[in-house]
């Protein structure tokens, strides 16, 4: 089992930055594939971001390409989200979450075995 700890919600203004974090345990961190995603109050959840297993590939949702960037300290056992121009829309509780096939950066939820609780961010206009 592997527990990952999202933190760094809050709220914002629009335009302003926030960086989430992603603490994992319990398995080795760099076996797996890791991804973002958010569900918005009354939405489905969606994918935001997603990195393999080393760093090297990342893949991004268009709502946020050019604005979010995904990275992962393998030696810390943690994933971030640097976001950054944040829009409203943006509002919602982001989850980290874990995939077993390492070099996997497509983003379908399916893929992810292991979630975090989420953290909220808030951005307000």
């Known amino acids: 089992q592997m527990q990952l700890v999202e933190s760094g919600g809050g709220l914002v203004q629009a335009g302003g930055s926030l960086t989430l974090s992603c603490a994992a345990s319990?398995?080795?961190?760099?076996?797996?594939?890791m991804g973002w995603f958010r569900q918005a109050p009354g939405k489905e959840r969606e994918f935001v971001a997603a990195?393999?297993?080393?760093?090297?590939?990342?893949n991004y949702a268009d709502s946020v390409k050019g604005r979010f960037s995904i990275s992962r300290d393998n030696t810390k056992n943690t994933v971030y989200l640097q976001m950054n121009s944040l829009k409203p829309e943006d509002t919602a509780d982001y989850y980290c979450?874990?995939?077993?096939?390492?070099?996997?950066?497509?983003?379908?939820?399916?893929?992810?075995?292991?979630w975090g609780q989420g953290t909220q961010v808030t951005v307000s206009s």
């Open positions: 990195i393999n297993w080393s760093g090297g590939s990342t």
């Open positions: 979450a874990a995939s077993s096939y390492s070099g996997d950066t497509s983003g379908r939820a399916p893929t992810y075995r292991y």
């Open positions: 319990g398995r080795t961190f760099s076996d797996y594939a």
